[in-house]
């Protein structure tokens, strides 16, 4: 989930400690809000370019044995510096602080390396879009609301649970429809911006994705339809020896297209289906994130490959 929405999530929490163990509750509330934002310090990846972003972004800080070990740790050093200092509880809080963070990561479709370094698998639920406007908003309003009514606070814990996993409910009801009207291809159901109104299908037809925008409003109303060739994933995979970026690319992309294609020994723009929006036009989808570029010579063999 986007920063915002995290941070709303970490002060909802934060309130409740503080109701619960009255003045001795503040210092555990800065801690659950500190956990529930922590995580996302690999966000300075970015930096150093879209290959690193994507090999340590949701990784490390974003999984179990993570949060276990680094609750431990600074609740310890804490009760060293401070007499008044509970260890089971600051390490509880920090730890359900961290998992916050990691659950609103794992609902959406980016992919969260939850079992690190036991495993460099990416976990995804497909329920929530990276960025919801109704999930935060309703959050945001929230907090307004219990600035002046308290009593409400549980209210909120209750959506940060609750919402994501209505979310999961109507996608699995649009699954079963979807499968059940396209029986003769595989479907993935992707969240798609304003979910759980809008959804995504990726229609896998052999030689290429159709990327078809759904709602639960009725089968009329998502009508934008995007066809893309799939990418040679062989080609790309015998290449990866010699280009590290595309090593990269096979761990985290899921649904590989070709974008465009500048003739056979030209240039080929590659883009993971999870990030085309069928609210764009098609002429508009080089906008999409994480683009990768194929390079190729005259005999057509692949002389660079990497990450815009």
């Known amino acids: 989930m986007d920063p915002l929405t995290h941070s709303l999530s970490g002060i909802i929490g934060a ?4 109701k619960k163990w009255k003045r001795d509750g503040v210092k555990y509330a800065y801690l659950f809000f500190l956990g529930s934002i ?19 972004h949701r990784g490390i800080t974003h999984s179990f044995v993570f949060a276990l070990i680094f609750s431990l740790s600074v609740s310890r050093i804490i009760q060293k510096l401070r007499k008044d200092w509970t260890f089971s509880k600051g390490a509880s809080v920090l730890f359900l602080g961290i998992v916050c963070h990691i659950y609103l990561d794992l609902i959406t479709s980016f992919g969260t390396e939850i079992l690190l370094p036991l495993s460099r698998e990416r976990f995804h639920l497909d329920w929530v879009f990276v960025i919801d406007p109704i999930f935060t908003i309703s959050l945001l309003i929230g907090c307004m609301i219990t600035m002046i009514f308290k009593r409400f606070e549980k209210a909120l814990v209750l959506l940060v649970i609750l919402y994501p996993l209505c979310c999961g409910f109507v996608k699995h009801e649009v699954v079963e429809r979807t499968v059940y009207l396209k029986s003769e291809t595989t479907v993935t159901i992707l969240p798609e911006f304003l979910a759980p109104y809008f959804w995504k299908a990726v ?24 066809r893309y060739c799939k990418a040679n994933i062989k080609e790309l995979a015998k ?15 899921r649904f590989p297209v070709v974008l465009q294609e500048k003739g056979r020994n030209g240039m080929s723009v590659i883009a993971d289906a999870r990030f085309i929006t069928t609210w764009r036009r098609s002429e508009k ?13 005259n005999l057509g063999q692949l002389v660079d490959a990497k990450f815009l």
């Open 239 to 253: 290449a990866s020896e010699r280009f590290s970026d595309l090593k990269i690319l096979l761990r985290f992309y």
């Open 15 to 18: 309130n409740i400690i503080k």
């Open 203 to 226: 229609y896998d037809k052999g030689g290429y994705l159709e990327i078809r925008r759904i709602s639960v409003f009725g089968p009329n109303s998502g009508s934008n339809t995007l």
């Open 285 to 297: 989808t080089l906008r999409v994130p994480f683009l990768f570029v194929v390079y190729r010579n």
């Open 38 to 56: 922590l995580p996302d310090i690999d966000y300075v990846s970015r930096f150093f370019g879209t290959a690193y972003y994507l090999r340590y």
